[in-house]
């Protein structure tokens, strides 16, 4: 600014010297015009450049270069440039931002910023439900004005984040299980990270249960198996005593082979791709296989009856349909006192193949229905061992079934009998050639 007037100076008195001069060489009216046509001049040029100026702040920054003679045509030109070059730079950045805000939002965890006094500065939207958080309303306010929970709060004070912390009843419906841990960062802010282990914990659960029933079902025979190796060392025991504890050894040895067999082929189940549905099913051969074996088990104990449509059949896996099937048609008879029926039917149903076990039998109670397909639920423990039950059968049907795209259905009444019934569904059904005459 000092420059600016020093030299608006220095040219003042230059010109009333060179004023003086002329004044003197070429007298004081001529010296007089000619001052004042200079200064007119000087008004214009700079009225001139001030117009350019204010064009220039007046000019929008992103919009066309305005057009200018001479040097201010090139200043406009270069800052548009530049201007053009932050603006994409600006852009770039957004967009980056942007960007980063959908990845946070598309994490299935929930993201919570804390800054150094524990407010809340943003949160995606899985943390707003496990927390019951609203990103907008709750912006700046303390977590633990909102999170409320004093496991949470001394968690959060303790500034000892190398555990996580888990967080039951959680959720709107307080029923899920939370994994939290805080990660600090920058200036003493934090970054609070929560995940859903409501399935993970579940399945441990269930993983927990179904190791404890495996040991609980191979101890209860393993135990009677010893106690009569025992008895026999120690006891003097005659030919027919002998006899029958070798023989009730073998029943509890055989028992065992089942639920390892069973379990094995759950395993399987489990493990392998797929069935293909391409490949057709022998159903012709599989019902004979069924009734063969149903007549067998009853051994004219039951009426038994087939209604099938031999043409009709299914797509995957043959053994594992014999065997899905076969445990219904074994269950029907196992749960059937003597005298009563058994009825199977293999038909469509609109565009569903349908295959029905109808038993006149015990029937079920209405709660244990849902439960009947978990591994060794049984209904009547005693029935289920004198049949030689291991109460994986139904577990092993849902498995394939579910395998093969299809859906057991079971409806029963107490002391009248039971209907299962396997749906497959029009993708899996298919049609077998009539065998020629
Ligand atoms: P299990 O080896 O004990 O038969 P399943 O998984 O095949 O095991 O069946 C589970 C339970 O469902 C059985 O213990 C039995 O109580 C009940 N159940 C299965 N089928 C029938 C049926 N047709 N009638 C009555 N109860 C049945």
């Given at each position: 600014m000092n420059t600016i007037w020093a030299r608006s100076l220095v040219s003042l008195v230059l010109l009333s010297v060179l004023c003086a001069v002329v004044g003197v060489l070429i007298g004081v009216k001529a010296a007089l015009i000619l001052a004042i046509v200079v200064l007119l001049a000087q008004g214009i040029f700079s009225t001139f450049h001030k117009q350019q100026l204010w064009r220039l702040l007046d000019?929008?920054?992103?919009?066309e270069v305005p057009s200018a003679p001479g040097i201010w045509g090139e200043i406009y030109y270069r800052l548009h440039k530049l201007a053009k070059r932050w603006h994409a730079q600006v852009r770039q950045v957004e967009q980056q931002h942007s960007r980063f805000i959908q990845a946070i939002q598309a994490s299935p965890n929930g993201v919570a910023m804390l800054d150094d006094h524990d407010q809340i500065e943003w949160c995606n939207a899985i943390s707003e439900l496990h927390f019951g958080l609203d990103a907008k309303r709750d912006l700046?306010?303390?977590?633990t004005h909102l999170v409320r929970r004093p496991d949470f709060v001394r968690y959060l004070n303790t500034?000892?984040?190398e555990e996580m912390l888990i967080m039951r009843g959680m959720g709107e419906r307080r029923q899920h299980v939370l994994s939290v841990q805080v990660f600090p960062y920058g200036d003493n802010r934090k970054l609070l990270l929560s995940q859903d282990i409501t399935e993970l914990e579940r399945t441990d659960s269930m993983r927990r249960d179904f190791v404890a029933n495996v040991s609980h079902e191979l101890k209860t025979p393993l135990t009677v198996l010893a106690g009569f190796l025992e008895t026999m060392r120690e006891l003097p025991l005659n030919d027919a005593e002998r006899a029958r504890y070798l023989e009730l050894m073998e029943q509890q040895a055989s028992r065992m082979q089942h639920i390892v067999r069973d379990l094995l082929v759950l395993a399987t189940l489990e493990g392998?791709?797929?069935?293909?549905?391409e490949q057709m099913v022998d159903m012709r051969a599989v019902l004979r296989h069924l009734k063969d074996d149903a007549e067998t088990l009853s051994a004219g104990r039951h009426r038994i009856s087939f209604d099938v449509d031999e043409g009709l059949t299914v797509t995957g896996v043959e053994t594992e349909i014999l065997s899905a099937l076969g445990n219904l048609v074994t269950n029907a008879i196992r749960y059937t006192p003597d005298g009563g029926s058994i009825h199977v039917n293999w038909n469509t149903h609109g565009a569903q193949a349908t295959f029905s076990v109808i038993d006149s039998g015990l029937g079920i109670p209405a709660a244990d229905i849902p439960r009947l397909t978990e591994r060794f639920y049984r209904v009547d423990r005693s029935r289920s061992r004198d049949t030689g039950g291991t109460g994986l059968g139904l577990a092993i049907v849902k498995h394939v079934l579910q395998r093969h795209d299809a859906q057991l259905e079971v409806k029963s009444e107490e002391g009248r009998g039971s209907t299962f019934t396997a749906r497959f569904p029009a993708l899996r059904t298919a049609r077998r050639q009539p065998a020629p005459v």
């Open positions: 000019a929008p920054v992103y919009g700046r306010q303390h977590i500034r000892q984040y392998d791709s797929k069935p293909p549905s």
